[in-house]
């Protein structure tokens, strides 16, 4: 029986980031739902979930990045908006990104020039104990020449939240070269932009109820559940169909 599960992270725990499309309060709240939507998902597998900052989490369980990693792509989103007033329907997008936990012993293999990083600091808005909004504990890191960033703030160290920055970042930039078959960081110079255009999954709650992989065309017609963590036979349909990924 084929194994769609063999790629060399598959095994491994995977952080999960959403990026809002245009769309404004619209946009911000449904990555919010489809960041709750993931979490729902991984504890009823069993995983645990750690918040990393107000957009990205981990999920640390077996085989957690194999089964999630198809979801990276745009999600759509079709509803009469809470936030107008007039009650029409509105559209909104994310980005949902998923990242393979990389060994460390790779991760020192990818050197950031200073030159190419940004470090910025700002105060922590979630968990982390008493330190939380007195001290610049949170921190994202940019790499200029791609526009590629990640943050955290889950730990409680300004120095902590750095290394788990910069540990994301460079699992970013190692997916890039994987994708791009480049060998060398210092080819990587393209800027690094979000697609909004090309869905892979649109969740319509108005003017009927429907979920639908445009990948796979599997359809749900109660995207309550689906939305509630729901997404077995989604995840499923995409690994029984889709080409391997490189990483």
């Known amino acids: 029986?084929?194994?769609?599960?063999?790629?060399?992270?598959?095994?491994?725990n995977a952080n999960i980031s959403l990026f809002p499309g245009v769309g404004g309060d619209d946009?911000?709240?449904w990555a919010i739902m489809l960041l709750n939507m993931y979490v729902k998902y991984a504890q009823k597998r069993g995983w645990k979930v750690v918040q990393v900052d107000d957009r990205s989490i981990d999920i640390r369980g077996e085989y957690?990045?194999?089964?999630l990693k198809k979801e990276?792509?745009?999600?759509?989103?079709v509803r009469i908006s809470p936030f107008d007033?007039?009650?029409?329907?509105?559209?909104?997008?994310a980005l949902v990104e998923v990242l393979p936990e990389i060994p460390e012993i790779e991760l020192k293999n990818i050197i950031i020039p200073s030159e190419d990083l940004k470090i910025e600091l700002s105060n922590s808005s979630g968990p982390g104990g008493q330190n939380v909004n007195k001290r610049e504990t949170a921190v994202r890191a940019v790499h200029?020449?791609?526009?590629?960033?990640?943050?955290?703030q889950v730990e409680r160290s300004q120095l902590q939240n750095k290394e788990k920055a910069l540990a994301?970042?460079?699992?970013?930039?190692?997916?890039?070269?994987?994708?791009?078959?480049?060998?060398e960081i210092k080819n990587l110079r393209t800027q690094v932009k979000p697609e909004?255009?090309?869905?892979?999954?649109?969740?319509?709650?108005?003017?009927?109820?429907?979920?639908?992989?445009?990948?796979?065309?599997?359809?749900?017609?109660?995207?309550?559940?689906?939305?509630?963590?729901?997404?077995?036979?989604?995840?499923?349909?995409e690994l029984d169909t889709a080409p391997e990924s490189r990483i």
């Open 1 to 12: 029986m084929f194994n769609p599960l063999l790629d060399k992270y598959d095994k491994k």
């Open 27 to 29: 946009a911000k709240d």
């Open 64 to 67: 957690a990045y194999g089964n």
């Open 72 to 77: 990276t792509g745009v999600h759509r989103l």
């Open 85 to 93: 007033s007039k009650k029409l329907r509105h559209t909104s997008f």
């Open 144 to 152: 200029l020449p791609t526009g590629l960033a990640a943050a955290s």
């Open 168 to 183: 994301l970042l460079k699992a970013k930039l190692f997916k890039l070269m994987a994708d791009k078959q480049e060998g």
């Open 196 to 237: 909004w255009g090309n869905q892979i999954r649109s969740y319509v709650l108005h003017p009927y109820q429907q979920v639908k992989d445009h990948r796979t065309d599997m359809v749900s017609h109660q995207p309550d559940k689906v939305l509630n963590g729901d997404l077995e036979k989604f995840i499923e349909a």
